[in-house]
T-cell receptor, first 122, second 107 residues
Framework: QVQLVQSGAEVRKPGASVRVSCKAS????????MHWVRQAPGHRLEWMGW????????KYSQKFQDRVTISMATSATTVYMELSSLRSEDTAMYYC???????????????WGQGSLITVSS | DIQMTQSPSSLSASVGDRVTITCRAS??????LNWYQQKPGKAPQLLIY???TLQSGVPSRFSGSGSGTDFTLTISSLQPEDFATFYC?????????FGGGTKVEIK
């Protein structure tokens, strides 16, 4: 079954870090990109960055550039997103989304994880 | 960054109605426009990519049109399972950006 399964909900204090995992199955892991998108309460979907799984290339939104790291374990078909220096505004649902190629870039999100709720609270 | 503006932000419609949602980009994006549907408590799902190409498995009552800066998502005959929030997303350039969403509710 083609799916992305994410790690569970986490609670962190301000200033801490959190790492979310996204395990892919049912398809050839290295032939697609993986993106991270978050959705804070009352806010629109917000793209954070992506990794070209086959080449190991990563690119981040400038908004998160200094705080986010996307990494992967190819043998485990898992991608990770770590967000540091957390603040209350980072409370959101975090999604991984598979990027499929159209028009030269893998920027169409054709498969999504179920989401991981990250709560930042003192 | 390319700003995406959707209208309306919400609408009420009845089963069987024809529904149209618009999305405007702040700059030219050719056909690099995708539509997603999100039901409460669930992740978004891809409906349409490249402005008008239906994703596999998506019912044909959904259609997309437009090019350049102005785009439309149409549901030809609204079904009970279509009540959800719809988002547009530009895939023309990084950072990738989304519209604010259109919530379709039951009248």
């Amino acid at each position: 079954q083609v799916q992305l399964v994410q790690s569970g909900a986490e609670v962190r204090k301000p200033g801490a870090s959190v790492r979310v995992s996204c395990k892919a199955s049912g398809y050839t892991f290295t032939t697609y990109a993986m993106h991270w998108v978050r959705q804070a309460p009352g806010h629109r979907l917000e793209w954070m960055g992506w990794t070209d799984v086959g080449k190991g290339y990563t690119k981040y939104s400038q908004k998160f550039q200094d705080r986010v790291t996307i990494s992967m374990a190819t043998s485990a078909t898992t991608v990770y997103m770590e967000l540091s220096s957390l603040r209350s505004e980072d409370t959101a649902m975090y999604y991984c989304a598979r990027g499929t190629l159209w028009g030269g870039q893998p920027y169409v999100f054709d498969l999504w994880g179920q989401g991981s709720l990250i709560t930042v609270s003192s | 960054d390319i700003q995406m503006t959707q209208s309306p932000s919400s609408l009420s419609a009845s089963v069987g109605d024809r529904v149209t949602i618009t999305c405007r980009a702040s700059q030219y994006i050719t056909s690099f426009l995708n539509w997603y549907q999100q039901k409460p408590g669930k992740a978004p799902q891809l409906l349409i990519y490249a402005a008008s190409t239906l994703q596999s498995g998506v019912p044909s009552r959904f259609s997309g049109s437009g090019s350049g800066t102005d785009f439309t998502l149409t549901i030809s005959s609204l079904q009970p399972e279509d009540f959800a929030t719809f988002y547009c997303q530009q895939s023309y350039s990084s950072p990738l950006t989304f519209g604010g969403g259109t919530k379709v509710e039951i009248k």
